[in-house]
């Protein structure tokens, strides 16, 4: 028997065990939709059966239809969609500036403590956001706590807010839920904008980012990005701050206000260092205005093949 018509035969007998299967309930009816996503593989299957006509070869035309029904019902098993719907998208996320929060105190008056409702200006502020890939800019005044402005392709992409006070300090995770499947290019857009009354800490999470951030307008204690490969332009707070910066391939370029001194460690894999301003000691360099600055930063750079310069602007 030919292998090509075993291999017919064996897709309609994959067919058939997948009805059987959708009506004993045993695998959901939705397997089919991801199965006509991979309709193109009907064409292939029918061209590379008409290339190889009577040769020994004739069999891939039936065998490429039949893994691609085998890996639609492989992938609607393990719950992955193949497709999804694009809906280009806007959402824009904001927190009040003016927090209320609930005290437990004791009164003299009362044998049990009283819950009081006290309200108050925000003076700080620790804002993480986690994604997969995007470009992120991170820039502008707003007179609220933040406010930030997602542009997204697919549903999945959607960004969340969590918020808490903890200690009187506002926490805002700002995220969108996990995604099932790898999208080549999400074209994800977030941009971020601060009170430049209030103090914050920034964490940022991501898996590829394009970064744009000014932050030389709003007091930013500390700034901590992880993240895969990265283009990263940054320019840095007029206070003492901290920064980390933990990432793959890299092109990074820090501007640093001249009232601030810099001491900066790097370990890094391949890479091209432009530091004109600073004085080398082993793997940290030190600004030439270390000593005499009004401001100090820390900044630590872990990554791997990169460009990285940093300069001072006025």
Known sequence: MKAGTIIKGLTFLLIGLILLANTLNLLDWSVWSNIFKLWPLLLISWGVSLIF??????????????????????????????????????????????????????????????????????????????????????????????????????????????????????????????????????????????????????NIVTGAINLESDLSAFQVNNFHLKSGASNIKLTLPKNNSKLIIDTGAANMEILIPKQVGARINIDSGISVKNLDDFNKQNNTYISKNYDQSEFKTEIDIKCGVSHIQVKYFD
């Open 53 to 202: 006509r009577g040769r020994s070869l004739y069999f891939l035309g039936p065998l490429i239809l039949l893994l691609g029904i085998g890996f639609g019902v492989a992938s609607s098993y393990m719950g992955i969609e193949l497709e999804e719907k694009m809906v280009n998208e806007t959402k824009i996320l904001s927190r009040e500036a003016i927090i209320e929060i609930e005290e437990v105190v004791e009164t003299e008056t009362s044998e049990a403590p009283t819950t009081i409702k006290k309200i108050f200006m925000a003076e700080k502020a620790n804002i993480e956001l986690k994604f997969d890939a995007a470009t992120l800019e991170i820039g502008g005044t707003t007179p609220q706590l933040y406010e930030c402005r997602a542009e997204y392709r697919y549903k999945s992409f959607e960004p969340l807010e969590t918020f808490s006070v903890v200690n009187r300090e506002a926490r805002v995770l700002l995220a969108h839920l996990p995604t099932q499947r790898s999208y080549s290019t999400p074209r994800n857009k977030w941009q971020l904008k601060l009170n430049n009354q209030i103090k914050y800490d920034l």
